[in-house]
């Protein structure tokens, strides 16, 4: 590999990408420093003003699954170094970063893991085929002729690829479709979580950044929807600049390759990731310098903005009814002729699937509750609450009982309307409802929770607390039905205009667009920071299509199309002081209700050793047990020949190796060079990376030994020293994902 990119990444090449991929940062980041000014005038404005949707019935967890483990098991990992697969741990933590470990003794003796792939912007592939088909696309002209050696060979009929469009590609199997199934499942709900990497929280930064990637875009004449809008600020930046520089690179570097189209297939891949890498730490170096330059100038922009709050929002209402009187009655007459005879059957198209997905969650949250009571008659009573309501407070984060959900969404077709408003994708949708399922599931979970722990403290007997439980069930169940009216309509509504305003912008761009620039004249100089011209425009285009959208949503619930409430049915103080009993500490059903004391004689050191392992087995029985892998991992052949044959990878796939992994030396398998990681507690090193807002891994990155940089812990695929034998604490903050040594 150091060859390919030597060869074709030089210093000259570098340089080049680099001061290309500077304009495309300099450029967007300017949009950015544009939206901040508006996004932070609208939160203030929002604040002050207090609009917003009505208050949920259902409390929410302000810190899920902190320190547990989502999934663990085994699978096959392609190493692309030495063409061999070998079997690893794996598990899945709670903030979704896919950990492979050597083996699973690795893991109980808590050697660091080999790698940590973040997989924002991935694809799960189920077929070498398909994959071969991306790969092949992907580089014009070397599409392999029948009976040639393809560049992957799978030796079992079950793989699960991780497939991204710049970054590098990850390769897994499995020995059985039901451990497909499994493993496709979790993954899908890692790219779920991963792609939503810019916190829900974050009422400035957030809205600026993705604003400004939708008129940087739109400058570009780009309209419609994103695929690649996924991940955390860094991840989609890069993104942004590989769309424009990747297909540079290709049409300048794809016919310099050489070898067959195998090979040359092989060498684009590489090379892709390598640039990628490059473009991440340049992205990332930019977007935090521009962040905190306004971080830094923003308590001057508040000032401002609070002491001429009304002056500003007049000069903009000015500038707006301005606009409107320019450009209404062509948005009009687009609206009526394009968008609004379509409005019902892109409606009909996403209720009925995400519908049936929240109908799917009730009825799930409604058989686990049913069971656990029946458990509770049957089996002990309190004495098993706790390990009953520790299991069920996971269920939301649980990626095989939530996946009858999750499925629900894959039938979502705009069939005859993607072309017409330029939808690239239903997946932005489908990955969007999910999370409303997750969300709203997670709801009702720990609001049960919260009620029933509140009833415990009444002392109640069995068959009182089977009788709580119930009654209970069946009052979260009602706050469940009017969240997930008032949830669905909002992203109905949301989707309605993430596929109109697009399209309808594009439309009037011709007679329009060329006119704005004269409406700056009506902006004050002392307000231009928090006006701009442009989204004022795209306010007002919104408004001549908001009107429709809101009238098609408010039919289909008056009709109680698919259980939506109408917005006049509101469910005023149905408990006064439930929110209250969330301000409490975290409910720890184990601690409180589990069998927690320590055996006679036990040491204290021994006893929260355990604790940590007992508590991480209890989230890992998520795995079928029945189903694990019969192989156990053990030292790597030695012998330099990789095995050409499906039949040889067969045969040592199913070598049962008894003996403990070696401790390794020298370069990983993905050719990084090792890493030493700090003592708990001790000062951290000079390369350790430093504090940001940005706390996401990147989209999962291999560290190879070219380029040089990004370091291994900035990237997605994190690779450490076995040697240092020292546990991985892995945390999740409000930005996303980090790992710490």
Partial sequence: MGDVLSTHLDDARRQHIAERAGKILTEFLQFYEDQYGVALFNSMRHEIEGTGPPQAQLLWRKVPLEERIIFSGNLFQYQEDNKKWRNRFSLVPHNYGLVLYENKVAYERQVPPRAIINSAGYKILTSVDQYLELVGNSLPGTTSKSGSTPILKCPTQFPLILWHPYARHYYFCMMTEAEQDKWQAVLQDCIRHCNNGIPEDSKVEGPAFTDAVRMYRQSKELYGTWEMLCGNEVQILSNLVMEELGPELKAELAPRLKGKPQERQRQWLQISDAVYRLVYEQAKASFEAVLSKLQQARPAMEAVIRTDMDQIITSKEHLASKIRAFILPKAEVCVRNHVQPYIPSILEALMVPTSQGFTEVRDVFFKEVTDMNLNVINEGGVDKLGEYMETLSQLAYHPLKMQSCYEKMEPLRLDGLQQRFDVSSTSVFKQRAQIHMREQMDNAVYTFETLLHQELGKGPTKEELCKSIQRILERVLKKYDYDSSSVRKRFFREALLQISIPFLLKKLAPTCKSELPRFQELIFEDFARFILVENTYEEVVLQTVMKDILQAVKEAAVQRKHNLYRDSMVMHN????????????????????????????????????????????????????????????????????????????????????????????????????????????????????????????????????EPPKPSDQETGEQVSDPGSGLPTHTTEGNAGVQTEF
């Fill in 574 to 705: 149905s408990d006064p002081n439930l929110h209250l009993l969330a301000e409490g500490a975290p409910i720890d059903w184990g601690e409180e209700y589990g069998d927690s004391s320590p055996s006679p004689g036990t040491p204290e050191a021994a006893t929260l050793s355990e604790k940590r392992r007992r508590a991480k087995q209890v989230v890992s029985l998520i795995q079928d047990e029945e189903a694990e892998l019969p192989f156990e991992a053990g030292p790597e052949p030695s012998s330099p020949v990789s095995p050409d044959s499906v039949t040889e990878l067969r045969g040592l796939l199913a070598r049962d190796l008894q003996a403990e992994s070696p401790p390794l030396t020298g370069s990983l398998l993905n050719g990084a060079p090792a890493q030493g990681s700090p003592q708990p507690g001790a000062a951290p090193e000079a390369s350790s990376p430093p504090a940001s807002p940005l706390r996401h891994l990147p989209p999962g990155k291999a560290a190879d030994l």
